[in-house]
């Protein structure tokens, strides 16, 4: 059982950047892919950035190049930096949590709302 805590969304320029922070606590110890999706409205989730315990990670095609996920095993913590945001990036932010057993844990969402 992982309980994750998220941080960071807000309001931003076209141009600007934000960092989000995402902090899991409890049953940890199995995580092994941390990562970041968004969703915004009348639209399907979508996959942002994720990153495994060793580093690996992935992103999708629309932020390639501009968001780095991050992540610190020893603090549960893992980021996502994101430059260059554009207003196509406004959605409602969801970190999530993978466990060897194939559960998933899904944040509560934070809005990133990008003006033009």
């Known amino acids: 059982q992982v309980q994750l805590v998220e941080s960071g969304g807000g309001l931003v320029q076209a141009g600007g950047s934000l960092r989000l922070s995402c902090a899991a606590s409890?049953?940890?110890?199995?995580?092994?892919?941390m990562g970041w999706h968004r969703q915004a409205p009348g639209k399907e989730r979508e996959l942002v950035a994720s990153?495994?315990?060793?580093?690996?990670?992935r992103y999708g095609d629309s932020v390639k190049g501009r968001f780095t996920i991050s992540r610190d095993n020893a603090k549960n913590t893992v980021y996502l930096q994101m430059n260059s945001l554009k207003p196509e990036d406004t959605a409602v932010y969801y970190c999530?949590?993978?466990?060897?057993?194939?559960?998933?844990?899904w944040g509560q969402g934070t809005q990133v709302t990008v003006s033009s």
């Open positions: 990153i495994t315990r060793v580093g690996g990670t």
């Open positions: 999530s949590s993978s466990a060897l057993s194939g559960v998933q844990t």
């Open positions: 409890g049953s940890t110890f199995s995580t092994v892919v």
